[in-house]
Protein backbone atom coordinates (compact mmCIF):
# COMPACT_ATOMS: atom_id res chain seq x y z
CA UNK A 1 0.00 0.00 0.00
CA UNK A 2 1.02 3.21 -0.86
CA UNK A 3 1.54 6.07 1.39
CA UNK A 4 2.88 9.00 -0.25
CA UNK A 5 0.44 11.80 0.30
CA UNK A 6 -0.20 13.95 -2.75
CA UNK A 7 -0.14 10.89 -5.71
CA UNK A 8 -2.83 8.46 -4.24
CA UNK A 9 -6.47 8.99 -3.38
CA UNK A 10 -9.03 7.11 -3.01
CA UNK A 11 -11.90 9.96 -3.33
CA UNK A 12 -15.20 8.65 -2.06
CA UNK A 13 -17.55 12.36 -2.17
CA UNK A 14 -20.13 11.87 -4.23
CA UNK A 15 -20.27 14.16 -7.49
CA UNK A 16 -21.22 17.25 -7.40
CA UNK A 17 -22.20 20.11 -10.03
CA UNK A 18 -19.95 23.20 -10.19
CA UNK A 19 -21.58 25.55 -6.90
CA UNK A 20 -23.20 22.97 -4.89
CA UNK A 21 -21.59 22.14 -1.86
CA UNK A 22 -22.34 18.74 0.31
CA UNK A 23 -24.03 18.77 3.40
CA UNK A 24 -21.23 19.59 6.28
CA UNK A 25 -21.12 19.10 9.96
CA UNK A 26 -18.47 21.61 11.35
CA UNK A 27 -18.96 21.04 14.91
CA UNK A 28 -19.53 23.50 17.22
CA UNK A 29 -16.09 24.97 17.58
CA UNK A 30 -16.08 26.23 13.94
CA UNK A 31 -17.31 29.79 13.58
CA UNK A 32 -19.48 31.19 11.03
CA UNK A 33 -16.66 33.21 9.36
CA UNK A 34 -14.63 30.19 8.99
CA UNK A 35 -17.18 28.16 7.49
CA UNK A 36 -18.22 30.69 5.04
CA UNK A 37 -14.39 30.81 4.21
CA UNK A 38 -13.92 27.77 3.41
CA UNK A 39 -17.36 27.33 1.19
CA UNK A 40 -16.59 30.49 -0.82
CA UNK A 41 -13.02 29.26 -1.80
CA UNK A 42 -14.58 26.08 -3.05
CA UNK A 43 -16.84 27.96 -5.10
CA UNK A 44 -15.29 30.41 -6.80
CA UNK A 45 -12.06 27.75 -7.31
CA UNK A 46 -13.58 24.23 -7.80
CA UNK A 47 -15.46 22.86 -10.75
CA UNK A 48 -16.89 19.75 -9.92
CA UNK A 49 -16.92 17.41 -7.05
CA UNK A 50 -16.57 18.80 -3.64
CA UNK A 51 -15.86 16.90 -0.02
CA UNK A 52 -17.25 17.14 3.29
CA UNK A 53 -13.80 16.19 4.51
CA UNK A 54 -12.34 18.97 2.68
CA UNK A 55 -14.69 21.30 3.80
CA UNK A 56 -14.31 20.73 7.15
CA UNK A 57 -10.52 20.25 7.15
CA UNK A 58 -10.26 23.81 5.57
CA UNK A 59 -12.56 25.76 7.65
CA UNK A 60 -11.20 24.04 11.02
CA UNK A 61 -7.50 25.53 9.35
CA UNK A 62 -8.79 28.58 9.33
CA UNK A 63 -10.45 28.65 12.89
CA UNK A 64 -7.35 26.71 14.52
CA UNK A 65 -4.93 29.05 12.95
CA UNK A 66 -6.27 32.17 13.56
CA UNK A 67 -7.09 31.21 17.60
CA UNK A 68 -3.46 30.21 17.79
CA UNK A 69 -2.07 33.45 16.35
CA UNK A 70 -4.18 35.56 18.74
CA UNK A 71 -3.21 33.33 21.24
CA UNK A 72 -6.24 31.89 21.86
CA UNK A 73 -4.61 28.34 22.21
CA UNK A 74 -7.60 26.78 24.44
CA UNK A 75 -9.41 27.25 21.58
CA UNK A 76 -7.62 26.89 18.88
CA UNK A 77 -7.24 23.11 20.53
CA UNK A 78 -10.82 22.79 21.03
CA UNK A 79 -11.45 22.92 17.56
CA UNK A 80 -8.71 20.29 16.76
CA UNK A 81 -9.65 18.14 19.80
CA UNK A 82 -13.21 18.05 18.01
CA UNK A 83 -11.38 18.13 14.39
CA UNK A 84 -10.02 14.67 15.64
CA UNK A 85 -12.69 13.33 17.10
CA UNK A 86 -14.47 13.24 14.02
CA UNK A 87 -11.90 12.84 11.47
CA UNK A 88 -9.46 10.69 13.74
CA UNK A 89 -5.52 11.16 13.02
CA UNK A 90 -4.60 8.75 10.43
CA UNK A 91 -7.87 7.64 9.45
CA UNK A 92 -8.47 6.59 5.82
CA UNK A 93 -11.52 9.09 5.84
CA UNK A 94 -8.95 11.82 4.90
CA UNK A 95 -8.27 10.34 1.69
CA UNK A 96 -11.19 12.14 0.80
CA UNK A 97 -9.46 15.62 1.37
CA UNK A 98 -6.83 14.77 -1.63
CA UNK A 99 -8.05 14.59 -5.16
CA UNK A 100 -5.62 14.98 -7.70
CA UNK A 101 -7.74 16.51 -10.46
CA UNK A 102 -8.04 19.69 -8.27
CA UNK A 103 -7.15 22.85 -10.15
CA UNK A 104 -6.09 24.09 -6.23
CA UNK A 105 -4.06 23.09 -3.74
CA UNK A 106 -4.86 23.63 -0.28
CA UNK A 107 -2.20 20.75 1.38
CA UNK A 108 -4.56 18.13 1.82
CA UNK A 109 -7.09 20.53 3.31
CA UNK A 110 -4.75 20.99 6.13
CA UNK A 111 -4.21 17.99 7.70
CA UNK A 112 -0.74 17.94 7.63
CA UNK A 113 -0.40 21.49 8.42
CA UNK A 114 -2.72 20.79 11.52
CA UNK A 115 -0.64 18.05 12.65
CA UNK A 116 1.95 20.95 12.54
CA UNK A 117 -0.24 23.09 14.59
CA UNK A 118 -1.67 20.40 17.39
CA UNK A 119 2.03 19.47 18.26
CA UNK A 120 2.68 23.59 18.62
CA UNK A 121 -0.85 24.51 20.80
CA UNK A 122 -0.82 21.25 22.95
CA UNK A 123 3.16 22.55 23.82
CA UNK A 124 1.60 25.95 24.77
CA UNK A 125 -0.98 24.29 26.80
CA UNK A 126 1.40 22.02 28.81
CA UNK A 127 2.49 23.89 32.40
CA UNK A 128 6.00 22.91 31.52
CA UNK A 129 6.49 25.20 28.62
CA UNK A 130 6.70 27.91 31.17
CA UNK A 131 9.74 26.77 32.42
CA UNK A 132 11.76 26.50 29.21
CA UNK A 133 13.68 29.08 28.06
CA UNK A 134 14.06 29.15 24.07
CA UNK A 135 17.72 30.04 22.83
CA UNK A 136 17.39 31.33 19.37
CA UNK A 137 18.63 29.77 15.81
CA UNK A 138 18.99 31.77 12.65
CA UNK A 139 17.39 31.27 9.48
CA UNK A 140 18.81 33.23 6.50
CA UNK A 141 16.39 33.61 3.51
CA UNK A 142 18.63 34.64 0.70
CA UNK A 143 16.71 36.03 -2.29
CA UNK A 144 18.99 35.99 -5.48
CA UNK A 145 17.94 38.24 -8.14
CA UNK A 146 18.76 36.38 -11.27
CA UNK A 147 18.82 32.90 -12.45
CA UNK A 148 20.25 31.54 -15.78
CA UNK A 149 20.12 29.04 -17.74
CA UNK A 150 18.46 26.53 -20.57
CA UNK A 151 14.89 26.80 -20.38
CA UNK A 152 13.29 24.07 -22.17
CA UNK A 153 10.68 24.53 -25.28
CA UNK A 154 9.97 19.86 -25.48
CA UNK A 155 10.68 16.91 -23.61
CA UNK A 156 13.66 15.98 -25.05
CA UNK A 157 14.90 19.34 -24.71
CA UNK A 158 13.53 19.29 -20.67
CA UNK A 159 15.50 15.76 -20.86
CA UNK A 160 18.86 16.85 -22.66
CA UNK A 161 19.00 20.34 -19.81
CA UNK A 162 18.79 21.99 -23.34
CA UNK A 163 16.65 24.73 -24.64
CA UNK A 164 16.52 28.37 -25.05
CA UNK A 165 19.49 30.33 -22.44
CA UNK A 166 17.11 32.33 -20.84
CA UNK A 167 17.63 34.62 -17.88
CA UNK A 168 15.12 35.49 -15.11
CA UNK A 169 14.42 37.86 -12.62
CA UNK A 170 13.06 37.18 -8.93
CA UNK A 171 9.19 37.62 -8.65
CA UNK A 172 9.00 41.02 -6.77
CA UNK A 173 6.12 39.55 -4.31
CA UNK A 174 8.15 37.82 -2.14
CA UNK A 175 10.03 40.79 -0.95
CA UNK A 176 6.77 42.99 -0.67
CA UNK A 177 5.17 44.51 2.42
CA UNK A 178 8.78 43.24 4.58
CA UNK A 179 8.40 39.62 3.03
CA UNK A 180 4.79 39.29 4.38
CA UNK A 181 4.52 36.32 1.97
CA UNK A 182 7.62 34.70 3.20
CA UNK A 183 6.78 35.34 6.99
CA UNK A 184 3.15 33.53 6.20
CA UNK A 185 4.66 30.75 4.81
CA UNK A 186 6.96 30.03 8.06
CA UNK A 187 5.43 31.13 10.56
CA UNK A 188 3.75 27.41 11.89
CA UNK A 189 7.07 25.95 10.73
CA UNK A 190 8.75 28.00 13.06
CA UNK A 191 6.14 27.16 15.94
CA UNK A 192 6.29 23.20 15.33
CA UNK A 193 10.25 23.52 15.51
CA UNK A 194 9.32 25.41 18.91
CA UNK A 195 6.95 22.76 20.52
CA UNK A 196 9.30 19.61 18.53
CA UNK A 197 12.42 21.08 20.67
CA UNK A 198 10.53 20.77 23.61
CA UNK A 199 10.42 24.51 24.18
CA UNK A 200 14.36 24.78 23.85
CA UNK A 201 14.73 26.46 19.96
CA UNK A 202 13.15 29.53 18.69
CA UNK A 203 13.99 30.33 15.23
CA UNK A 204 14.55 33.97 14.27
CA UNK A 205 14.07 35.39 10.83
CA UNK A 206 16.75 37.71 8.66
CA UNK A 207 16.16 38.39 4.82
CA UNK A 208 18.88 39.64 2.49
CA UNK A 209 18.21 40.52 -0.76
CA UNK A 210 20.60 39.81 -3.72
CA UNK A 211 19.96 41.93 -6.25
CA UNK A 212 23.09 41.79 -8.53
CA UNK A 213 23.31 38.33 -8.04
CA UNK A 214 22.58 35.44 -10.52
CA UNK A 215 22.33 31.84 -9.89
CA UNK A 216 22.86 29.30 -12.99
CA UNK A 217 20.62 26.62 -13.06
CA UNK A 218 20.42 23.20 -14.91
CA UNK A 219 16.78 20.62 -15.15
CA UNK A 220 17.87 16.90 -13.47
CA UNK A 221 15.73 14.10 -14.59
CA UNK A 222 15.00 12.17 -11.29
CA UNK A 223 14.91 8.31 -10.71
CA UNK A 224 10.94 8.17 -9.68
CA UNK A 225 7.82 9.20 -11.99
CA UNK A 226 5.53 12.22 -11.17
CA UNK A 227 2.19 12.76 -10.74
CA UNK A 228 2.18 12.94 -14.81
CA UNK A 229 3.44 9.72 -15.05
CA UNK A 230 6.44 11.50 -16.46
CA UNK A 231 10.10 11.72 -14.89
CA UNK A 232 9.95 14.13 -11.69
CA UNK A 233 12.45 16.85 -12.82
CA UNK A 234 14.47 18.68 -10.23
CA UNK A 235 16.14 21.76 -10.36
CA UNK A 236 19.42 21.75 -9.40
CA UNK A 237 21.73 24.49 -8.44
CA UNK A 238 24.69 24.22 -10.62
CA UNK A 239 28.02 23.18 -8.93
CA UNK A 240 30.65 24.34 -7.58
CA UNK A 241 29.62 28.27 -9.14
CA UNK A 242 26.45 27.69 -5.67
CA UNK A 243 28.93 26.78 -3.43
CA UNK A 244 31.47 29.86 -4.62
CA UNK A 245 28.79 32.17 -3.93
CA UNK A 246 27.39 31.05 -0.45
CA UNK A 247 30.83 31.39 0.88
CA UNK A 248 31.06 34.32 -0.73
CA UNK A 249 27.69 35.63 1.26
CA UNK A 250 28.08 33.61 4.21
CA UNK A 251 31.43 36.32 4.39
CA UNK A 252 30.07 39.06 3.96
CA UNK A 253 27.24 38.67 6.45
CA UNK A 254 26.83 40.73 9.83
CA UNK A 255 24.93 37.89 11.38
CA UNK A 256 25.89 33.81 11.76
CA UNK A 257 23.04 31.72 10.70
CA UNK A 258 22.27 28.55 11.84
CA UNK A 259 19.88 27.47 9.26
CA UNK A 260 19.17 28.69 5.29
CA UNK A 261 16.58 29.07 3.02
CA UNK A 262 17.95 30.18 -0.33
CA UNK A 263 15.12 31.29 -3.05
CA UNK A 264 16.07 31.61 -6.76
CA UNK A 265 13.94 32.90 -9.77
CA UNK A 266 11.63 30.16 -11.29
CA UNK A 267 12.88 28.63 -14.95
CA UNK A 268 9.95 26.22 -15.33
CA UNK A 269 8.47 27.03 -18.16
CA UNK A 270 5.00 27.34 -17.14
CA UNK A 271 3.71 28.68 -20.54
CA UNK A 272 4.85 25.44 -22.44
CA UNK A 273 1.37 22.99 -23.13
CA UNK A 274 3.54 20.03 -23.38
CA UNK A 275 4.72 20.56 -19.23
CA UNK A 276 0.86 21.47 -18.06
CA UNK A 277 1.00 18.36 -15.58
CA UNK A 278 4.92 18.22 -15.22
CA UNK A 279 6.50 17.83 -12.17
CA UNK A 280 9.14 20.25 -11.47
CA UNK A 281 10.65 19.94 -7.87
CA UNK A 282 11.46 23.04 -7.11
CA UNK A 283 14.79 22.08 -4.91
CA UNK A 284 14.61 20.61 -1.81
CA UNK A 285 17.30 19.81 1.27
CA UNK A 286 20.77 21.13 0.49
CA UNK A 287 23.81 22.21 2.97
CA UNK A 288 24.87 25.78 3.52
CA UNK A 289 28.00 27.38 3.32
CA UNK A 290 29.19 25.29 6.31
CA UNK A 291 28.56 21.93 4.58
CA UNK A 292 26.76 20.97 7.96
CA UNK A 293 23.83 23.29 8.20
CA UNK A 294 20.31 22.53 6.66
CA UNK A 295 19.68 24.88 3.25
CA UNK A 296 15.56 24.81 1.61
CA UNK A 297 16.25 25.65 -1.46
CA UNK A 298 13.54 26.63 -3.70
CA UNK A 299 12.62 28.53 -6.80
CA UNK A 300 10.49 31.52 -6.07
CA UNK A 301 7.48 30.23 -8.42
CA UNK A 302 6.45 27.69 -5.69
CA UNK A 303 4.87 30.10 -3.29
CA UNK A 304 3.62 31.98 -6.03
CA UNK A 305 0.79 29.94 -7.94
CA UNK A 306 0.41 26.06 -8.04
CA UNK A 307 2.62 23.94 -9.84
CA UNK A 308 1.37 22.30 -12.75
CA UNK A 309 0.96 18.78 -11.13
CA UNK A 310 -0.94 20.28 -7.79
CA UNK A 311 -3.07 22.66 -9.78
CA UNK A 312 -3.61 26.02 -12.21
CA UNK A 313 -3.05 29.68 -11.13
CA UNK A 314 -2.12 31.98 -8.04
CA UNK A 315 -2.30 30.55 -5.16
CA UNK A 316 -4.46 32.23 -2.44
CA UNK A 317 -3.21 32.86 1.21
CA UNK A 318 -5.29 30.43 2.90
CA UNK A 319 -3.72 27.88 0.29
CA UNK A 320 -0.37 28.66 0.57
CA UNK A 321 -0.47 28.94 4.32
CA UNK A 322 -1.78 25.44 4.49
CA UNK A 323 0.50 24.06 1.66
CA UNK A 324 4.20 25.44 2.81
CA UNK A 325 4.24 24.37 6.20
CA UNK A 326 3.93 20.68 5.00
CA UNK A 327 6.76 21.53 2.17
CA UNK A 328 8.76 22.80 5.34
CA UNK A 329 8.42 19.73 7.40
CA UNK A 330 9.11 16.77 4.54
CA UNK A 331 12.71 18.67 3.94
CA UNK A 332 13.81 19.43 7.46
CA UNK A 333 12.74 15.69 8.40
CA UNK A 334 15.03 15.03 5.31
CA UNK A 335 17.58 16.59 7.12
CA UNK A 336 16.68 15.02 10.81
CA UNK A 337 16.87 11.40 9.45
CA UNK A 338 20.38 11.93 7.58
CA UNK A 339 21.98 13.08 10.87
CA UNK A 340 20.29 10.65 12.94
CA UNK A 341 21.40 7.63 11.07
CA UNK A 342 20.77 5.34 13.88
CA UNK A 343 17.41 5.36 13.94
CA UNK A 344 17.17 4.07 9.76
CA UNK A 345 14.42 6.29 9.02
CA UNK A 346 15.16 6.74 5.92
CA UNK A 347 17.51 4.14 4.82
CA UNK A 348 16.45 4.73 1.14
CA UNK A 349 15.40 8.01 0.05
CA UNK A 350 11.29 8.81 0.88
CA UNK A 351 11.31 5.07 2.15
CA UNK A 352 8.40 6.69 3.99
CA UNK A 353 5.81 6.44 0.89
CA UNK A 354 5.32 2.54 1.22
CA UNK A 355 4.21 1.48 4.42
CA UNK A 356 6.02 -2.04 4.26
CA UNK A 357 9.29 0.30 5.20
CA UNK A 358 7.84 1.87 8.19
CA UNK A 359 8.78 0.72 11.56
CA UNK A 360 6.34 -1.80 13.22
CA UNK A 361 6.17 0.66 16.09
CA UNK A 362 4.97 3.31 13.68
CA UNK A 363 1.32 3.97 13.21
CA UNK A 364 -0.83 5.89 10.56
CA UNK A 365 -0.74 5.61 6.66
CA UNK A 366 -0.24 9.35 5.36
CA UNK A 367 3.44 10.94 4.95
CA UNK A 368 2.53 13.28 7.62
CA UNK A 369 2.04 10.57 9.99
CA UNK A 370 5.31 9.31 9.61
CA UNK A 371 6.96 12.63 10.52
CA UNK A 372 4.77 12.38 13.93
CA UNK A 373 5.50 9.05 15.11
CA UNK A 374 9.46 9.74 13.96
CA UNK A 375 9.35 12.41 16.52
CA UNK A 376 7.45 10.83 19.08
CA UNK A 377 8.94 7.82 19.41
CA UNK A 378 12.53 8.26 18.20
CA UNK A 379 13.70 12.00 17.85
CA UNK A 380 12.28 13.26 20.98
CA UNK A 381 12.70 10.93 23.49
CA UNK A 382 15.89 9.10 22.18
CA UNK A 383 18.15 11.11 19.87
CA UNK A 384 21.45 11.96 21.36
CA UNK A 385 22.70 15.05 21.09
CA UNK A 386 18.92 16.36 21.30
CA UNK A 387 16.81 18.08 18.65
CA UNK A 388 18.16 21.61 20.51
CA UNK A 389 21.81 21.24 20.40
CA UNK A 390 22.07 19.10 17.05
CA UNK A 391 20.20 21.75 15.20
CA UNK A 392 22.56 24.91 15.96
CA UNK A 393 25.33 25.67 13.24
CA UNK A 394 26.10 29.22 13.99
CA UNK A 395 29.70 29.51 13.29
CA UNK A 396 31.98 30.17 16.45
CA UNK A 397 32.76 33.81 17.02
CA UNK A 398 36.70 34.93 17.39
CA UNK A 399 36.34 34.70 20.96
CA UNK A 400 35.16 31.08 20.73
CA UNK A 401 37.41 30.09 18.39
CA UNK A 402 40.15 31.37 20.42
CA UNK A 403 39.76 29.26 23.34
CA UNK A 404 40.93 26.31 21.07
CA UNK A 405 43.90 24.56 22.57
CA UNK A 406 46.60 24.24 19.99
CA UNK A 407 47.67 20.96 20.96
CA UNK A 408 44.01 19.69 20.18
CA UNK A 409 43.94 20.36 17.04
CA UNK A 410 46.21 17.57 16.38
CA UNK A 411 44.86 13.71 15.68
CA UNK A 412 43.10 12.02 13.11
CA UNK A 413 39.84 12.89 10.66
CA UNK A 414 37.78 11.01 8.31
CA UNK A 415 34.90 11.96 5.99
CA UNK A 416 32.12 9.87 6.27
CA UNK A 417 31.64 7.98 4.12
CA UNK A 418 35.03 6.61 4.02
CA UNK A 419 35.58 5.39 0.56
CA UNK A 420 39.05 6.09 -0.34
CA UNK A 421 42.23 6.32 1.67
CA UNK A 422 42.31 10.36 0.37
CA UNK A 423 39.29 10.80 2.80
CA UNK A 424 41.30 9.96 6.12
CA UNK A 425 44.27 11.51 7.53
CA UNK A 426 46.14 12.68 10.51
CA UNK A 427 47.55 16.25 11.17
CA UNK A 428 50.46 16.25 13.10
CA UNK A 429 53.56 18.80 14.15
CA UNK A 430 55.62 19.62 11.09
CA UNK A 431 58.10 21.99 11.44
CA UNK A 432 58.57 26.03 12.03
CA UNK A 433 59.09 28.15 9.48
CA UNK A 434 61.21 31.15 8.87
CA UNK A 435 59.38 33.30 11.45
CA UNK A 436 59.23 30.79 13.89
CA UNK A 437 55.59 29.77 13.48
CA UNK A 438 54.57 26.43 14.11
CA UNK A 439 53.45 24.22 11.10
CA UNK A 440 51.38 21.83 10.66
CA UNK A 441 51.02 18.23 7.98
CA UNK A 442 48.10 16.89 6.79
CA UNK A 443 48.98 13.04 5.75
CA UNK A 444 46.07 11.11 4.13
CA UNK A 445 45.27 7.54 3.93
CA UNK A 446 47.33 7.40 0.59
CA UNK A 447 50.22 8.58 2.42
CA UNK A 448 50.07 11.93 0.49
CA UNK A 449 50.99 14.87 2.26
CA UNK A 450 50.91 19.49 2.43
CA UNK A 451 51.63 21.64 5.17
CA UNK A 452 49.06 23.43 6.80
CA UNK A 453 49.62 27.66 8.27
CA UNK A 454 47.43 27.89 11.70
CA UNK A 455 45.40 30.90 11.35
CA UNK A 456 43.46 30.36 14.67
CA UNK A 457 42.40 33.74 14.69
CA UNK A 458 40.63 33.01 11.63
CA UNK A 459 39.47 29.53 12.72
CA UNK A 460 41.46 28.04 9.92
CA UNK A 461 44.51 25.98 8.81
CA UNK A 462 45.86 27.46 5.71
CA UNK A 463 47.07 25.07 2.80
CA UNK A 464 49.24 26.25 0.25
CA UNK A 465 51.14 25.30 -3.26
CA UNK A 466 52.08 21.80 -2.37
CA UNK A 467 48.55 21.28 -1.32
CA UNK A 468 47.44 19.14 -4.57
CA UNK A 469 43.70 21.29 -4.24
CA UNK A 470 45.13 24.87 -4.00
CA UNK A 471 44.00 25.58 -7.26
CA UNK A 472 40.61 23.98 -7.65
CA UNK A 473 37.83 26.17 -8.60
CA UNK A 474 35.53 24.10 -5.74
CA UNK A 475 35.20 26.62 -2.41
CA UNK A 476 36.93 26.17 0.13
CA UNK A 477 40.37 24.25 -1.13
CA UNK A 478 42.68 26.62 0.27
CA UNK A 479 41.81 25.98 4.16
CA UNK A 480 40.51 23.82 6.98
CA UNK A 481 37.76 25.56 8.35
CA UNK A 482 37.99 24.27 11.95
CA UNK A 483 34.70 23.16 13.88
CA UNK A 484 34.25 22.38 17.74
CA UNK A 485 32.53 20.49 19.86
CA UNK A 486 29.24 21.57 21.52
CA UNK A 487 28.63 21.12 25.03
CA UNK A 488 25.21 19.48 26.42
CA UNK A 489 23.93 22.94 26.08
CA UNK A 490 24.64 23.50 22.55
CA UNK A 491 27.41 25.60 23.47
CA UNK A 492 30.60 25.56 21.75
CA UNK A 493 34.12 24.31 23.57
CA UNK A 494 37.65 24.66 23.59
CA UNK A 495 37.87 21.37 21.48
CA UNK A 496 37.79 20.14 18.08
CA UNK A 497 34.72 18.56 16.55
CA UNK A 498 36.69 18.34 12.79
CA UNK A 499 37.05 20.35 10.08
CA UNK A 500 35.51 21.74 6.76
CA UNK A 501 37.76 20.93 3.88
CA UNK A 502 36.72 21.26 0.04
CA UNK A 503 32.96 21.68 1.10
CA UNK A 504 33.34 18.20 3.06
CA UNK A 505 33.12 17.94 7.03
CA UNK A 506 35.60 15.20 8.65
CA UNK A 507 35.36 14.78 11.93
CA UNK A 508 38.03 13.93 14.58
CA UNK A 509 38.08 10.54 15.25
CA UNK A 510 41.28 10.56 18.01
Known sequence: MTALLFLVSSVLGATLTQGNLPQTSYGTAIGAEARQQAEAFFRQNVNGAVTSVELRGMAAYIESSRAYRAHDYKHCADVLDELWRDLPISSPK????????RTVNPGFSGYPAMLMLDEAVRWRLNPESAKVKARPVLMEVLLFGHAAGYQPRTMGQLLGNTGVRTVVNLDPSLAANDYALLRNCLWLFQEYMWAASKGRLRVNLDFTTLPDRTID???????????????????????????????????????KPDWWWSIVPSLVPDAVPEFRIQEFVPGGMGRGPDVRSPNFIMDDLWVVRRPGHLGHGKYTQTEIEMFMPQWFQHEINHFFFANYPEFGLEKTGHMWHQLSNWPKDFVGIFEPDYYREAMHKRIQPLAKPPLDVMMRFAEPTAAEIARIEPRKILGRYQHVPTDNPWLVGEITVAEQDADGRTLLKWTNGANVSWLLEPHLDEGALRTGSDCPYF?????????????????ANGEYTNDVAGFVFLGSFYAKVR
Open 94 to 101: WWEANDPT
Open 471 to 487: KEPLPGGKQFKIIPTRD
Open 217 to 255: VEFKADSRKGASGTPAVILGLKSPAFQVQQDEIASQLKV
